[in-house]
């Protein structure tokens, strides 16, 4: 594995230890970076604080991405602890679950306003607050995206139409940063059995569907996405900007099932 060894950087969005920010903050624990964690509200901070223990975190900040004044809040407190920061993991995003279980038609203008806000915005205002701690060293910032941006997956809903917007964004943000040595990327894994997936209409079945698809015939693991993470955080990915990395087992290429499930 790659060492991150003297790098520090924040994580956003772990919600448990199931969570795919979980993943990769433990690996990027185990490559020796030093991390903090974001979270919202108590309940999340709960979940989170023994899991932070066990990779030696002790920072932890409340934060809604939603209100200005509660970022600036947050990166001002992150600022009192280290004068400058090598990544941060952007593992944000939200939808109303009752909208992802129906017509995409039926997508109310509240809805589709708050998930762009949360899931795609929220990288842009966080990339500006975390500008001004990589300028003079370089960084990486790192968002999660999946397929659903590109093709059309059940029940994704408007959830596709914001990473779409995610991603877009990530290409934008990674040319604008690249003159002060920021790369920007976004790790696109398959379906995994998190807490934010279990809201999406037929989760079961679209998991099962990739499983037995793809051409490794696996979703991928929590290990693999970290790995990638690693991997893009260290100086091997010092070149990688821009990209949308996939990490779900090729399920990407196909253009219809395996021969064995038509």
Known sequence: MQSLSGKRGLIMGVANERSIAWGIAKAMSEAGAELAFS??????????????????????????????????????????????????VHAIAFADKNELTGRFKDTSRENFKNSLDISAYSFIEVARRAHPMMKDNGGTML???????????????????????????????????????????????GPMKTLAGAAIGGARKTFRQTEANSPMRSNATLE??????????????????????????????LGMPQPENL
């Open 39 to 88: 979270y919202q509200g108590e309940a999340f901070g709960k979940r989170l604080a023994p899991l932070a223990e066990t990779v030696g975190s002790d920072f932890m900040v409340d934060v809604d991405v939603t209100d200005d004044a509660s970022l600036d809040a947050a990166f001002d407190k992150l600022k009192e602890r280290w004068d400058t920061i090598d990544f941060v």
């Open 224 to 253: 693999a996405v970290g790995g990638t993470a690693v991997y893009l955080a260290s100086e091997a990915g010092a070149y990688t900007t821009g990209e949308i990395i996939r990490v779900d087992g090729g399920y990407h290429v």
């Open 143 to 189: 968002t999660l995206t999946y397929q659903g941006s590109n093709r059309v997956t059940p029940y994704y809903n408007v959830m596709g139409v914001a990473k779409a917007a995610l991603e877009a964004t990530t290409r934008y943000l990674a040319n604008d940063l690249g003159p002060d040595g920021i790369r920007v990327n976004a790790i696109s894994p």
